[in-house]
């Protein structure tokens, strides 16, 4: 079924109140997971809205909670999700960054007792609206092992960038997007594992590990394993980075680190009370907004030199503009998971 980017939001804020979220907690995940899908990105996208359902149902995220800010000092405040889904959370928290970051220069935002937050790079697009740099990152359930190790310790922790650039009435549409940036610290999203365990196909190698700590393209003998880290070749850097982001957003803001936190991919567990993070910078605070948005069409400018340089955020904004206008075609399959959790 074909749906427009509204019909298909409003069809997932119903499942998820349906299931117990508030007004205000089922509209923000439900913008949240259809822009995902309208870039490509089903793993974050409509193939999280039965696992979020289910979790409002067994109790795992606390649907009737609201996001309020529980801490600040100066241009740093922590935000409370009180166990409920990420989104308005993080809605708030990016929202009081750029408000702080205008005062001060710049803000740092956290976010705890959180869930899952899709992707992290969409939060920061509200940053880059402001003529902003935002930075964005997140700890998940434990699905890789610190370097030299073999159980897992650290989420996939995804980080995120956004950088605006100077707009231009002339250019044509897509031509001046904002430059985003989103990874995962393994070597492929989880998500990807997920999806591939739900269609029932293989997993590249490369990807995981199964629970002995063999590799596999078994895609449900990955999501019982381990994820392997960016660059598993040297897989130590990848694991580094996840271990900084781990610190980030458990010892630095207080949420819960990913072993604590029950896998996303199980129906039953505990409230995983993970962890955002949000940076917010101002730039005319420091080079000044006219210098930094001349630097960086410096750099676009050299990158695109080559032909075969493609900007980043430049294909997930093309399909955003064609979901648009044309809609998102919904697996009758995937909406019948909807109505049974």
Aim: include cysteine.
């Amino acid at each position: 079924m074909r749906l427009t980017t509204d019909a298909l939001t409003a069809r997932v804020a119903g499942v998820l109140r349906a299931a117990g979220a508030n007004d205000t907690m089922a509209l923000s995940t439900a913008r949240g997971l259809v822009l995902a899908e309208a870039q490509g990105l089903g793993s974050h996208g409509l193939s999280r809205v039965a696992q979020y359902a289910t979790h409002l149902r067994n109790g795992r995220v606390v649907g009737s909670a609201q996001a309020r800010v529980v801490r600040q000092r100066g241009g740093a405040l922590v935000v409370d999700a009180q166990e409920g889904l990420a989104f308005p959370a993080c809605d708030l928290a990016v929202a009081q960054a750029v408000g702080a970051a205008a005062t001060n220069g710049v803000a740092l935002a956290g976010v705890i007792n959180s869930h899952h937050c899709g992707v992290v790079v969409d939060h920061l697009r509200a940053v880059a609206d402001a003529g902003m740099v935002g930075l964005g990152f997140s700890n998940s359930p434990a699905a890789m092992p610190a370097a030299g190790g073999r159980h897992p310790i650290f989420g996939t922790n995804p980080i995120a960038a956004i950088f605006p650039r100077r707009p231009d009435a002339n250019a044509t549409p897509g031509a001046r997007d904002a430059l985003m940036v989103d990874l995962s610290l393994s070597e492929v999203a989880r998500g990807k594992v997920m999806v591939a365990a739900r269609d029932g196909k293989p997993i590249p190698a490369g990807w995981a590990l199964d629970a002995n700590g063999q590799p596999t393209t078994d895609a449900k003998a990955a999501l019982a394993g381990s994820m392997l880290p960016l660059g598993a070749v040297s897989s130590t850097k990848g694991a580094m980075l996840a271990l900084v982001v781990e610190l980030l957003v458990s010892a630095v803001i207080g949420a819960s680190f990913g072993f604590e936190a029950s896998s996303f991919f199980v129906d039953e567990g505990n409230r995983p009370h993970l962890g955002q993070l949000f940076i917010v910078i101002d730039p005319g605070a420091l080079a000044g907004t006219d210098s930094y948005l001349d630097r960086v069409e410096v750099l676009i400018d050299e990158m695109l030199r080559d032909d075969e340089v493609r900007l980043p955020g430049a294909r997930r904004e093309a399909l955003r503009r064609t979901a648009l206008s044309e809609g998102i075609d919904v697996p009758d399959a995937l909406m019948a998971a909807w109505s049974t959790g």
